[in-house]
C-alpha cells in the first residue's frame, strides 16, 4: 500500500455520461497530481494541485475539471465521455512541489472504461 | 517546451546487464526521476538525481549529466521479475512531472 488511494478501482460507463475520480494523498502530503495512461500512451500530465490550489495544467480537456479540498482529498471530473476517454486515471501525491528525494508516490489508478 | 526521449522497448538476458538511456529537453530543471511500471499497475519509484553523477541503490544505479541532458538506468544482475516498463521523468521548477513514453524491458532465461 502506497499511501495513496483512489476510489474506484474500476469504472464502466456509457457515452455522454460524467464521472467523479477521487484521491486521498498521502499523509502529510500537500502535493496532489493526476495523470491519464490510454493503451500503449505514456502517463500524460492532466493537472496539479498544492495544499488546495491549483499549480500546473498540462493538457487537460475542458471537458475535465479537477479540485482539491481543505482535507486535501482530490477529485478528477471527466464529463461528456467519449470512448477515447477510456484509459488509466493515476493520482500521485508529494510532500511538496518537485518531489524532492521521495518522488512522487502513486496511487493504483482508476480504470476507467468508456463503452 | 519539454521533450524526453527514451527507446520504447529493449531485451536482454536473466543476470546480465542493461543500460536503458534517457535524453531530455525542459525549461527549468529541478530532477530526473527514474520509475518502474508492470503492465496495469501503478509506477513505482526507482531514483532520483538533481545532481551530476552516480546514484547506485542495491541492483539499480542511475546517472545524470546536466549539461548533456542525459541519464541512464542501469540494472545489473537481472531478474524475470525486472520485466517491466521503466519511465524517465523530469520534474520542472513548477514541481510539474512530466514522463518519456517509458522502455519495455523484456528479461529472457
Known amino acids: 500500500d502506497s499511501g495513496v488511494t483512489q476510489t474506484p478501482k474500476h469504472l464502466i460507463t456509457a457515452t455522454g455520461q460524467r464521472v467523479t475520480l477521487r484521491c486521498s494523498p498521502r499523509s502529510g502530503d500537500l502535493s496532489v497530481y493526476w495523470y491519464q495512461q490510454s493503451l500503449d500512451q505514456g502517463l500524460q500530465f492532466l493537472i496539479q494541485y498544492y495544499n488546495g490550489e491549483e499549480r500546473a495544467k498540462g493538457n487537460i480537456l475542458e471537458r475535465f475539471s479537477a479540485q482539491q479540498f481543505p482535507d486535501l482529498h482530490s477529485e478528477l471530473n471527466l464529463s461528456s465521455l467519449e470512448l477515447g476517454d477510456s484509459a488509466l486515471y493515476f493520482c500521485?501525491?508529494?510532500?511538496?512541489?518537485?518531489?524532492?528525494?521521495?518522488?512522487?508516490?502513486f496511487g493504483s489508478g482508476t480504470r476507467l472504461t468508456v463503452v | 517546451g519539454q521533450n524526453i526521449d527514451q527507446p520504447t522497448e529493449m531485451t536482454a538476458t536473466e543476470g546480465a546487464i542493461v543500460q536503458i538511456n534517457c535524453t531530455y529537453q525542459?525549461?527549468?530543471?529541478?530532477?530526473l526521476f527514474w520509475y518502474q511500471q508492470h503492465a496495469g499497475e501503478a509506477p513505482t519509484f526507482l531514483s532520483y538525481n538533481v545532481l551530476d553523477g552516480l546514484e547506485e541503490k542495491g541492483r539499480f544505479s542511475s546517472f545524470l549529466s546536466r549539461s548533456k541532458g542525459y541519464s541512464y538506468l542501469l540494472l545489473k544482475e537481472l531478474q524475470m521479475k525486472d520485466s517491466a516498463s521503466y519511465l524517465c521523468a523530469v520534474s520542472n521548477q513548477g514541481g510539474k512531472l512530466i514522463f518519456g513514453q517509458g522502455t519495455e524491458l523484456s528479461v529472457k532465461p
Open positions: 500521485a501525491s508529494s510532500a511538496q512541489t518537485g518531489g524532492g528525494n521521495y518522488g512522487y508516490t
Open positions: 525542459t525549461s527549468g530543471f529541478n530532477g
